[in-house]
């Protein structure tokens, strides 16, 4: 199933003990280009997520955002310096005695002298941590794809459409070519039997110059090779695998085609159905830009 390269995917829950959000988007680029936002002092966990997000997408900007708070309260210890907090003690009882004051020396007023505690995280356990995002991020990165695989069928269905009426303005030309041929016949063997007078035109002469202008005017081989691109990608939106920049090449050989065919065209009419043919390639152009 192809994938368009424009997506969103979240996931908001706790695992072992951490909150953890993975969020990802994505929108249309030639590469895959990865940016990613993850906490201060979770650096680690960087290169976890780089390697999930390049399994399951191989172009795109991507931008994901990690956020990971911790849901075990008993994740520090805190300890005292009792050599500090006798040191504090001391100058305010010396304070209180030489100027006489009150004597207010309560714990609630140590305690705001913050260097008296001594705090002792518990070290993470990165293997443990990095499992934990995985976990997340699998989650996140399937809501991701299913979404660009909605997209991408969508943006299928589209292109198939287009190469459907492609298909017809091309069965036109095809239909109409003779009659312009035929047209040009008639013309010259008028014109000449207007100049020659009584005197007839060579018949054998005018089907000469008719086959000149028919093999100088053919678009038989241009409109088989449009065919047969058109074919080529129907058969490339059927594979699973990034077809993006393969469509992009045919694309260009489609609309080189149809330059071609436009080159050769005389008839208003046809003209026309060669501008529209035209028309629906750029359209198919543009679909195809978010096509992984």
């Not at 895959?32 to 002092?41: A, M």
């Not at 489609?254 to 629906?280: C, F, P, Q, W, Y």
Request: proline fraction near 2%; aromatic fraction near 6%; charged fraction near 30%.
């Amino acid at each position: 199933m192809i994938k368009s390269m424009t997506g969103y995917g979240r996931f908001d829950g706790v695992i072992d003990g951490k909150k953890i959000v993975f969020e990802i988007k994505s929108v249309n680029h030639r590469f895959l280009e990865l940016q990613s936002r993850t906490p201060k002092g979770y650096g680690f966990i960087e290169e976890t997520i780089k390697n999930l997000v390049s399994e399951y997408v191989k172009r795109g900007k991507i931008d994901v955002f990690v956020s990971i708070e911790s849901d075990d309260e008993a994740t520090a210890d805190v300890s005292l310096n009792h050599s500090i907090a006798a040191g504090y003690i001391n100058a305010l009882r010396e304070l209180r005695d030489k100027y006489g004051l009150k004597d207010d020396i309560t714990v609630s007023l140590v305690a705001g002298y913050n260097d008296i505690f001594t705090i002792h995280k518990t070290p993470e356990n990165e293997e443990k941590l990095c499992l934990a995002v995985e976990t997340a991020a699998r989650q996140a990165l399937e809501a991701f794809v299913a979404m660009r695989e909605r997209e991408g069928e969508r943006l299928k269905e589209d292109v198939l459409q287009r190469c459907g009426t492609i298909i017809d303005l091309v069965a036109v030309i095809e239909q109409g070519y003779p009659q312009i041929v035929e047209e040009y016949r008639c013309r010259l063997l008028a014109r000449l039997n207007e100049i020659l007078g009584d005197a007839s035109a060579d018949p054998q002469r005018v089907l000469t110059e008719a086959a000149i202008f028919a093999d100088k005017t053919a678009v038989d081989e241009e409109t088989v090779r449009l065919r047969s691109h058109i074919d080529q990608l129907k058969d490339m939106l059927s594979c699973s695998e990034p077809i993006g920049r393969k469509l992009d090449f045919i694309v260009q050989e489609m609309n080189r085609e149809a330059n071609t065919i436009g080159s050769k065209i005389s008839d208003a009419d046809l003209a026309h159905k060669v501008v529209d043919i035209k028309a629906e390639i750029e359209k198919i152009r543009e679909q195809i830009q978010n096509i992984e």
